[in-house]
């Protein structure tokens, strides 16, 4: 039976926070169930916390004080820069959507953010993905790769994940190969009549890890490599990406194991910016005449447990670095379904990727949640794929630039 606790603070903070604390709450401690921001019309005076029978109050106040203190309050507050909205307006949302794809078997719940899709999804799903990768291919030259699910940890600590997102980091390991090993193993599994975490003194190997997001496997293959400083490049490739959401997981909006069509872009400052703008444009052209009702806005990475964090994301907004695509699954609710960096020089340093003998290689990449994207297309479309085909048809590449020319 679970606890529900009120946690008052002591000095109550500003409500423009309350978004960026309610993405922290579940990952501060795994005891916290449920939590309601308790506030009034300009601040946030504390939190209603279901708890976990045993769990000391005291103790959540304290790391719930110390993430407001070390990462909400440092943050300078800006509002989202809308760059571009859709001119479509839907209203016929329904609320228990997610339980229509569950009664026709649309889906079915395999754990948490586990989700198994049937045959009437995944074509939907490969439908959209088609329609990005078509035009990634014929109008922006991409070479498609298709890589290994893990990925090393030595590459995710290049990108600096384990700094700056360490909250979302999903591990592989294996029994160690020695026969003694083994039979410890077995006699602790045989004596506990089930796999538990005595298993992990068993497990030396922490080499890979599972993806978080698909562009890494471009950089770590490209590192070590130098290129004519007239050569750009256009890389895509589609697979399965890994984040712990702890109890944020929800319906088809927010998975552990999801699949992300990116696109990656490598060389010249002005290569990358240039294709990023065009992708972009080329993007909005696609959703407007897919009849998707969304906005793009400037945002930031969800940095978490850093002394950095809040300078990292006024960093990141004030550059514009990072543009999120949100699609409405309701008509007050968005989710984000495509994002578009510049990552400057960062990874072309961290990789050793050249343009030339001095010169670092730019980069900049595009990433689209196919699951979200079906989800936001259901969510305004409805369930009838005999309805989809003909909305489908619209979104392709070739319509698009021929309209754009």
Sequence with gaps: MENVHYIQLEQPIPIKHDEEL?????FISASIQQFKLIKDESTIKGLEVSLLPGTDPSEIKEKLVSVIDNEILLQFVVPARVIWKSENIHSNY????????????????MGEGQV????????????????????????????????PTLIPTKTLEKCGYFNSFPHFLMFVTRLHNDIDNYRNFLE????NDKIDSYLLHNCHNVDYCLPPTMCYHTYHQFQNTQHDETQNR?????????????????????????????????GSKDFVLESRQKFMEASFS???????QGHCEVASDPFFCNEDTAAKIFNQRMQELKYELRLNVASDRTIAAASFN???????????????????????????????????FISQHGLDEKDW???????YPEAVFAEQI
């Design 234 to 266: 256009v890389i895509t490739s589609i697979g399965k990406s890994f984040r712990y959401e702890s109890k944020y997981h929800r319906t088809l909006e927010r998975l552990w194991d999801f699949s992300i069509r990116e696109i990656v872009f490598m």
């Design 389 to 395: 085909a003909k909305v489908l048809s619209n979104g």
């Design 342 to 376: 510049f990552h400057e020089h960062f990874f072309g340093e961290q990789f050793n990727i050249k343009r030339g003998e001095t010169e670092w290689m730019a980069t900049g990449c595009v990433g689209f949640g196919i699951e979200r994207l079906a989800y936001a």
């Design 188 to 191: 602790e599994y045989k004596s």
């Design 286 to 292: 696609i959703f407007q005449r897919l009849g998707l």
């Design 22 to 26: 309610e993405k922290r709450i579940y």
């Design 116 to 147: 198994c899709f049937g045959d009437k999804l995944i074509f939907l799903m490969d439908a959209l993905d088609k329609i990005f990768k078509e035009m990634t291919i014929s109008h922006f030259g991409a070479v498609e790769y298709r890589y």
């Design 94 to 109: 329904q609320d228990d959507l997610f339980d229509q794809l569950l009664e026709k078997e649309m889906v079915y719940e």
